[in-house]
């Protein structure tokens, strides 16, 4: 079992940055994938970023096109923690994050390619 806490959610005006953490617990393997994915009123729930490792300390990010050079996906290894800067929010960004824990090697994009989910945290841009 994986346990995932995100925090880091708030209130930002349009234009602010936020930074995201997920802390993971319990059985975490050397290869992984780890995704944010984010739900906004009364839309699907969508990709964000992930980071994939296959054990080898080489690690390879992904990002919707939507968060493409404003969002930033990291991960800090000693502290299971991945994090998701977010930079230029924008009012569209409003949404509640989800950080999500899976296998390496399955598709990232993919919510049903996860295993554990986290309670997700609110980000709210204002305009």
């Known amino acids: 079992q994986v346990q995932l806490v995100e925090s880091g959610g708030g209130l930002v005006q349009a234009g602010g940055s936020l930074r995201l953490s997920c802390a993971a617990s319990g059985r975490t ?20 970023a992930a980071i994939t490792s296959s054990g080898d300390s080489i690690y390879y990010k992904y990002y919707a096109d939507s968060a493409k050079g404003r969002f930033t996906i990291s991960t800090d290894n ?6 998701l800067q977010m930079n230029s929010l924008k009012p569209e960004d409003t949404a509640v994050y989800y950080c999500a824990a899976g296998l390496w090697g399955r598709t990232v994009t993919d919510s049903g390619s996860y295993d554990y989910w986290g309670q997700g945290t609110q980000v709210t841009v204002s305009s």
């Open 29 to 48: 393997g050397r290869s992984y994938a780890m995704g944010w994915f984010r739900q906004a009123p009364g839309k699907e729930r969508e990709f964000v």
């Open 78 to 83: 000693a502290k299971n923690t991945v994090y």
